[in-house]
């Protein structure tokens, strides 16, 4: 994290979008010399027509003057689209990075990680980077390409006007480098304050039936408005910051460079007729189109200064530590744990003195245990006691720190996890769809599966009439996280996913804490058909499923 990674993403940038640089860079070349080329028919104007009395030159000064203007304007725009369109497909493919490694990453990791925070780094921090790479970037470039060109081309003109302009620039950066820091303080409490709403925002959304029961709305609403207070507040300095930037670069710029050029010019002038009027005035025009460049450069910087809080937020995703998916990155888990495979044991799951410990506090100690195929194994318990917690383990989300499993006599940690949890399927208490539709949620399992099909197996789990029942049926919408459905229905549609995608393994934690006696003797029945070449594993306080139990573990 740091300044490796900020080096890291320029490069990413720029490896991604060189083809895109280069036009840039040439099309800022255009428009510096455009703006070079308007500013000395100013010159033009005043010595070789004005005073030279030349009136028959007028027009076409004009007409130069107007096209060399239009030329500046049209390629400012092209150079524009260019560094947008950069900048937007760099966003893309950065989201999509960071999406990758939140599906991959390790699963104790990502739980720790809060929603809101998440959220804030896809919307804000990626956003935030976009704008640099559009704005900052083009705006870096095209500034460095203009002062290159045009104090070039005044040292060419008049090295010693160009001497007693030079000095003020400097001067100009170092004041505003000073108010920087004051900006990077802002911004970075801007920041933290948009992650802290955006957290609660999610607490409310997820809890907001928790939160009107035990009557905290008002503590809910004062936490926000006291985060909102202080960004109002930081917005308002930082605004104020900007300001005063502005200022001075027009009180140190335009007002005191512009009083000692023509003082001291005026007076060669009058003594040597030198420079001319009109190269004065060309002067004072060059030097003006030098204040924009000069604070792009320095918006950039600020720019720069809320992309690398950006960058540092992002690397909190991008470098999230992926899961163990490889069998050979995985072999170490074996090695240490120096126990052999029973190869004889095919149709079962053994855990062989596992030992889980979540920081400090051991969840699981020594323990020993065989989930036996075509039976319903329940593991009984208190809650804390870890039954959640093994199930886990079961899925290879959580590593064991002492211990194997085996799986068909192999132990899990040597198979790829592609083609583990392709064995596996589970059911949480609290069951959450994806997709917009029943359809596009069970057809994530597999593009290939019909509608027939999805009917065939829905009907085997009593729920077909149900569904068609539905407005739309299977293409009724899920609502938010299949709100529209009730708990029984979405546990069934999750263990529909499951046959579809032929499981061997099923997982069920708590399944029957969300059920009415009706859904739950549903679910009884259900479990009696799933049992057949499967291992059922239900990991529940619920003493009633004890009649299904073909093997009992006690936690």
Not at 69 to 98: D, W
Not at 104 to 131: A, H, P, W
Not at 206 to 216: G, N, Q, S, Y
Not at 323 to 337: G, P
């Amino acid at each position: 994290m740091g300044r490796g990674f900020e080096a890291k993403i320029i490069k990413k940038y720029i490896e991604w979008e060189k083809k895109s640089l280069i036009i840039g860079f040439v099309l800022s070349v255009v428009v510096a010399f455009a703006s070079i080329g308007a500013g000395t028919t100013l010159k033009i104007l005043v010595d070789d027509v004005l005073i030279a009395n030349q009136p028959q030159y007028l027009l076409g000064i004009e007409c130069s003057f107007l096209a060399l203007v239009f030329v500046q304007s049209v390629f400012s725009i092209l150079k524009g689209k260019v560094y947008l369109n950069a900048a937007g497909r760099t966003a893309v493919m950065l989201k999509g990075e960071m999406v990758n490694r939140l599906l991959k990453s390790d699963y104790k990791l990502f739980s720790q990680m809060k929603r809101g925070d998440i959220l804030t780094k896809f919307s804000y921090d990626v956003d935030g980077l976009e704008n640099f790479f559009s704005n900052g970037i083009s705006e870096l470039l095209g500034s460095i390409v203009t002062i290159v060109i045009t104090m070039g081309f005044m040292f060419f003109l008049d090295w010693k006007l160009t001497l007693i302009t030079c000095p003020i620039f400097p001067l100009m950066m170092f004041v505003f480098h000073f108010l920087q820091k004051k900006v990077e303080q802002k911004a970075s409490v801007l920041q933290k304050e948009r992650k802290i709403q955006s957290s609660l925002l999610n607490q409310v959304l997820d809890a907001i039936i928790l939160i009107k029961t035990f009557h905290v709305e008002n503590a809910y609403h004062d936490k926000m408005n006291l985060s909102v207070e202080k960004m109002r507040k930081s917005t308002i300095e930082l605004n104020m910051l900007y300001i005063v930037m502005g200022l001075a670069s027009w009180s140190m710029i335009m007002v005191p460079y512009q009083a000692i050029m023509y003082y001291i010019a005026g007076r060669c002038y009058f003594q040597n007729g030198e420079p001319s009027i009109g190269l004065m005035l060309a002067f004072a025009n060059y030097a003006n189109s030098l204040i924009g460049p000069f604070l792009s450069i320095q918006q950039c910087q600020q720019n720069w200064t809320y992309a690398k809080l950006c960058i540092k937020s992002i690397d909190e995703i991008l470098e999230l530590k992926e899961e163990c998916t490889e069998e050979e990155n995985c072999s170490d888990q074996k090695l240490r744990n120096g126990l052999e495979n029973d190869k004889n044991n095919k149709h079962q799951i053994e855990c062989k003195n596992i030992t889980f410990r979540y920081g400090k506090e051991k969840i699981l100690s020594d323990l020993k245990v065989i989930f036996v195929e075509n039976s319903i194994n329940v593991i009984l318990g208190k809650s804390g006691r870890g039954k959640s917690t093994l199930l886990k383990v079961l899925l290879r989300l959580y590593p064991v720190e002492n211990g194997d499993i085996l799986y068909k006599g192999e132990s899990i940690y040597e198979i790829a996890m592609d083609e583990y949890r392709k064995e596996i399927a589970y059911v949480p208490q609290d069951v959450s769809l994806m997709g917009d539709s029943i359809y596009e949620c069970i057809k994530l399992v597999s593009a290939d599966i019909t509608e027939e099909e999805i009917y065939s197996v829905l009907d085997l789990l009593e729920m077909k009439e149900e569904v068609k029942a539905l407005p739309e049926g299977i293409y009724s919408s899920l609502g938010e996280r299949g709100a529209s459905l009730s708990g029984g229905q979405k546990q069934r549609i999750l263990i529909a996913m499951a046959l579809l995608k032929n499981a061997k393994i099923f997982l069920f934690d708590e399944p029957t804490s969300a059920l009415d006696k009706a859904n739950t003797e549903v679910f009884k029945k259900i479990l009696q058909y799933l049992k057949k070449n499967r291992i059922i594993i239900i990991a529940t306080h619920d003493e009633t499923l004890l009649e299904l139990s073909n093997n009992t573990i006690l936690l």
